[in-house]
C-alpha cells in the first residue's frame, strides 16, 4: 500500500514563504506524477500544482510565479515552495501520487493572515 507523509504547513503572514514536504514509500516514485492540490471547507479540492513522471509540470492560475514545484526521486519526495502567500492560500494542501489511480496524503494545514 502507497504511504505519504508530508510535512512543513503552519501558520505566516501574508507575504512570507513557506515549503511542503511529501515523502513517498512502497512505490517506484519515479514513474508517478506527483503533486499537490489544496481544499477550503466547503469548496472542491482543487489542483495547486503537479508534475509528471518526465518533469513536466502543471499550476494554478492563481498561483504561477509564486509557487515551485520539485521532485527529487532519489529521495522519493516531492516539494512545493511557497512564496508571497496570500490570505487566500488558506487550505488544507494534500500530497498526491497519480499513475491511473491517485493516492492521497494527510494533508496539512497552511493558515496565511493578513
Known amino acids: 500500500q502507497v504511504q505519504l507523509v508530508e510535512s512543513g504547513g503552519g501558520s505566516v503572514q501574508a507575504g512570507g514563504s513557506l515549503k511542503l514536504s511529501c515523502t513517498a514509500s512502497?512505490?517506484?516514485?519515479?514513474?508517478?506524477?506527483m503533486g499537490w492540490y489544496r481544499q477550503v471547507p466547503g469548496r472542491q479540492r482543487e489542483l495547486v500544482a503537479i508534475m509528471s513522471s518526465g518533469g513536466i509540470t502543471q499550476y494554478a492560475d492563481s498561483v504561477k510565479g509564486r509557487f515551485t514545484i520539485f521532485r527529487d526521486n532519489a529521495k522519493n519526495m516531492v516539494s512545493l515552495q511557497m512564496n508571497s502567500l496570500k490570505p487566500e492560500d488558506t487550505a488544507v494542501y494534500y500530497c498526491?501520487?497519480?499513475?491511473?489511480?491517485?493516492?492521497w496524503g494527510q494533508g496539512t494545514q497552511v493558515t496565511v493572515s493578513s
Open positions: 498526491v501520487v497519480r499513475r491511473g489511480l491517485d493516492y
Open positions: 512502497r512505490i517506484i516514485f519515479s514513474t508517478y506524477a
